[in-house]
């Protein structure tokens, strides 16, 4: 295989020629090196002597032209008094003219050629090919011909001969070593036939296609018509096609360093950055290339520093960038600190640490506090609290805006609000910068928390995401993930669900792995606890399985609440477990009462109470520290009735309750959780009050609870004799339940024809007025996916029993089966499925 190009595609005009070598054509084809102009010219010419013309291969005399065809290879090598003569025979209708060049695109007299020729026949551009020999071979070597020629037909060639060659040994590595090896040879061979001027453009361009002839001009230091000509002879080789890949252009790179040698290759270099940077006009991309290529200069490794620190929006770009400095020659005081920033907010948290923790030592009280704050962060971030509290008190206070509230935010969560005021006592010594607002909003915000009203402090709270502040370096938490715990814990749903929303969304198109879990997390949070369960489970599926041990917890205990609320009992037992071993290594802060809340429910469920009871204590303890907060201390009470409820201990359930009951004249939420708790623990004493019941349960929906205000409904419908106001709760739950499935957002459930027949049939006939007592408690529990068993070791009865119950339940419904039935049970009660 040689320098080709196939035949015969409609429109060509050289096929044309060929076929019909006695009529007059005018013909030019353009190219760069090794495309295959002159394969095709000698074909040309082949076909017409083949037919009794003769050929001129140079430009005739008007004496010598006679009925002669005129076909030039390389016509860029031609004078320009030739050009100018060439042109003038193309307008006589009666000759053949097929001329080959590169195209140089500011070389006037070549360029009137090439509009003459134009005017007769389409231009024939000859390019890259796609490598089409190599059926068979496979996939990965194939993708290592690609890289290594781009697809030109003079590297294809000596690839197809090298992968013949290596196709057959057994180590694949060995092949795509011999390709790269034989096209390398070819590309050297054949770069040696350029002027070494050419070279040096092309040693440029490669780094950067964009370079102009201005730039080339400051860094070889040449006029500006020199430049201009080797910047167009450059870019006529081919070389550096809009086609080709970035790879290609590196293998380009090196094979012309390897021509120029290694002093011309560092001195031409250098002398790009220097004029580029004077001229402002050095970019990032193109000083990356010039590090990752091997150049060590101070200008280098100071202008990396600077551009990293433009990009700290992009935390994957400008750790590439700080790496790259660091290869450049910049010292470790240098980019160490943001470098440790960019890699904790994209995820790396491990080597994050390793810099940090080398940074604690540092005598620069700057570069210590941006230590502890990275250090601290990953901290929370790996469920130590602790550690991270730690840090800030060694630190002490620090007169920086963002270092303050990231202090104040670990020791609230710590329980010391003490030490959160302290750390927010020193003034800022920075400029007001909208982004050092933001950051004193936020921590302010949660100060207030603990001792003013919801709306005073979301007021403030939701202050601290007006502004872009991503570029201040990685914090304990993200405003948005602060302000969706506090709204949630006050009950404002809708404000818990816009602002993570939101956060979600800019995640999507941004490289930040150390919050975007977490807010995709909180998000499902917040559906879960409206009753989609759907979305909820995608949110939960949609963050990688290898978590941080916050984020571990949070999608543990997501999923624990989703099995639970579904009534798979197997699940609930899976993910409660799997939470239990996070939470055994975990350092609670007030952050994590919601997880730690539902994992204390699921733990009623499933009698193991007692394994989860001292970290119960921690987190009451915490909050006692903090003076009880109302909003902190709301949802963790909640949780403590539902608990208390599930173990059947009125006992239990009566601290909680008497809690939400004294908050309930400072929280509107708490007065709505209050009333609920009373109510339920009225319907389990099977004192069912109609209008109690709907005013609790809308009460629940208000605040964002839309699946605890369906299951109250669904609890006073089995715990009702009276078939009327069983057949009421019955149309309250499917209308809280309908509500939910309008605002699913994501996959929607199905019901299947026995339960939308069982539903249809609910609305005229009160199908659990048939039911006794037991049977509505051992139906509630087979829903929940409680095995037989454990329903017994619950209601005292003997799994024999249930047993029994299950079948008078399974007949009075009229199922046919065990699955009919359980889809009619989750119809009647509006359970999700």
Known sequence: MGERSDWGHPGDPLATLIDTPTEPAKVLVSGGIG??????????????????????????????????????????????????????????PELTVVVAAEPLAHRPALGGLFTALARENPVLTLGVLPPTEFAGVPHELVRTVQAATSGLPFLLGPAARALAEAIGTPDGESAVTVIGTATRVALV?????????????????????????????????????????????????????????????????????????????HDTELALLRSQNETDLLSADLALRMAEHGMRDALLADTLITLATQNRTQPA????????????????????????????????????????????????????????????????????????????????????????????????????????????????????????????????????????????????????????????????????????????HGGDAVRARSIIGRAVGADASDDHGFTGPRHRLLLGWVRMLDGQLSAASADAAAVPSSLHRRDALWSAALRAAI???????????????????????????????????????????????????????????????????????????????HAGILANSPEAVAPHGQALAAAAGQSPFARSLATAGRTWLRVLAHQVDPDEVAVAARGLTRFGLTWDATRLASQAALHTPDGKVSGAMLALARDLKSDIQNAETAERDVPSAPARAAAESATSVPTWARLSDREREVAELVLQGMPYRDIGNQLLISAKTVEHHVARIRRRLGAESRSEMLSMLRALVGSPA
């Open 563 to 641: 099995a639970r609320r579904g009534g798979d009992g197997g699940a609930t037992q899976k993910y409660w477990y799997a939470a239990m071993d996070v939470l055994a290594e975990y350092s609670l802060d007030i952050y994590c009462t919601l997880p730690l809340g539902e994992l204390w429910v699921a733990a009623a469920r499933l009698r193991q109470v007692d394994r989860v009871q001292h970290r119960i204590d921690e987190a009451f303890a915490l909050l006692s520290a903090l003076g009880d907060p109302v909003l902190w201390s709301v949802p963790l009470h909640w949780a403590g009735v």
């Open 35 to 92: 495309t295959g102009k002159t394969t095709r010219i000698n074909d040309v010419r082949t076909a017409l002597r083949g037919a009794g013309r003769p050929v001129f291969s140079s430009v005739p005399t008007e004496s010598e032209i006679g009925s002669a065809a005129i076909v030039i290879d390389d016509a860029q090598l031609l004078d320009d008094a030739d050009l100018v003569r060439l042109t003038a025979l193309v307008a006589r």
């Open 317 to 488: 770009r400008a750790a590439r960038l700080y790496r790259a400095a660091a290869d450049a020659g910049a010292g470790p005081g240098a980019h160490s600190a943001g470098l440790a920033d960019a890699l904790a907010m994209t995820g790396d948290c491990a080597t994050a640490a390793r810099l940090a923790d080398g940074l604690l030592g540092s005598t620069d009280p700057a570069e210590r506090a941006a230590a502890v704050r990275i250090a601290a962060s990953i901290a929370v971030h790996d469920g130590a609290a602790g550690q991270a509290a730690d840090l800030f008190a060694w630190l002490g206070p620090y007169p920086d805006a963002f270092v303050g509230s990231a202090a104040a935010i670990v020791a609230i969560g710590a329980g010391n609000a003490e030490a959160a005021r302290a750390a927010l006592a020193v003034p800022d010594s920075g400029p007001p910068t909208s982004t050092a607002r933001a950051a004193r909003n936020l921590a302010d915000g949660l100060l207030q928390t603990l001792e003013q009203p919801f709306a005073t402090a979301i007021g403030r709270l939701s202050q601290s995401i007006t502004a872009e502040r991503t570029d201040t370096g990685v914090a304990p938490d993200s405003p948005a993930a602060l302000v969706t715990l506090a709204a949630l």
């Open 189 to 265: 061979e054949r770069l040696h036939r350029l002027d070494r001027a050419v070279l040096d453009a092309l040693l440029l361009c490669s780094l950067s296609p964009g370079l102009g002839a201005d730039d080339i001009a400051a860094a070889l230091r040449v006029d500006a018509d020199s430049a201009q000509d080797l910047t167009d002879r450059a870019r006529a080789t081919g070389l550096l096609d809009a086609a080709h890949r970035r790879p290609f252009l590196g293998i380009l790179h090196r094979a012309v360093a390897e021509i120029l040698g290694a002093a011309r290759h």
